[in-house]
């Protein structure tokens, strides 16, 4: 988890109402991502990005939107929560330039929507 | 199928050898990886193999691959029960995003 943050760490919601959760790094990583974990589904991409302003749709992508305007952050916004939003997040970073393409994880959100 | 396959639960004995097995489906993946979730935590990446190795030792860990068959392993010599966790596989696509599994728990017997 060394030089990923994601905030808040846990939330509780309401149906209807928008979330932002957000994504910090300090290692100055070109790419980075969001999934959501749900037991009998493993991690599921959601959206990424590979720089600043430059984002694309993952799997699982309706619902969400995202936004990088900095290097360091990568914002993922539920604009009007749903109870099948219930999940944990979690946020990835990698650099191509490693050539191993390996992503390392935040410790995740735990978001719940009633 | 677009599925990683991988299979649920494995139990072992301390000190026994863990072998944990994974199918993938693209056969043009570059990259294959195991990752490691203990309770309550993120994602922790344990070793990684490029397409035109067919094995990778790093310590306790081997990770065995048969581009072929598109079958990955993972063995965890003299298994702790600090490993104790889910395990997941995770194939590199050409998009340049993880396809993952949906994770092997181990579990380790005193």
């Known amino acids: 988890d060394a030089g990923i943050t994601q905030s808040p760490r846990h939330k509780v919601t309401e149906t209807g109402t928008p979330v932002t959760l957000r994504c910090h790094q300090t290692e100055n990583h070109r790419y980075m991502y969001w999934y959501r974990q749900d037991p009998g589904h493993g991690l599921r991409l959601i959206h990424y990005s590979y720089g600043v302003k430059d984002t694309d749709k993952g799997e699982v992508s309706d619902g969400y939107s995202v936004s990088r305007s900095k290097t360091e952050d990568f914002l993922l916004t539920l604009e009007s929560a749903t109870s099948s939003q219930t999940s944990v997040y979690f946020c990835?970073?990698?650099?191509?330039?490693?050539?191993?393409?390996?992503?390392?994880f935040g410790p995740g959100t735990r978001l719940t929507v009633t | 199928g677009e599925d990683v396959e991988q299979s649920l639960f494995l139990s072992v004995r301390e000190g026994d050898s863990s072998v944990i097995n994974c199918t993938y489906t693209d056969s043009s993946s570059t990259y294959l990886y195991w990752y490691k979730q203990e309770p309550g935590a993120g994602l922790q990446l344990l070793t990684y193999?490029?397409?035109?190795?067919d094995m990778k030792q790093d310590q306790r860990l081997t990770v065995l691959l048969n581009k072929k068959d598109k079958h990955l392993s993972l063995r965890i010599a003299d298994t702790q029960t600090g490993d104790s966790a889910i395990y997941f596989c995770?194939?590199?696509?050409?998009?340049?995003?993880?396809?993952f599994g949906k994770g092997t728990k181990l579990s380790v017997k005193p």
């Open positions: 990835a970073i990698s650099e191509s330039g490693t050539g191993s393409y390996e992503q390392y």
């Open positions: 193999i490029f397409s035109n190795m």
């Open positions: 995770a194939e590199l696509r050409s998009q340049g995003n993880l396809i």
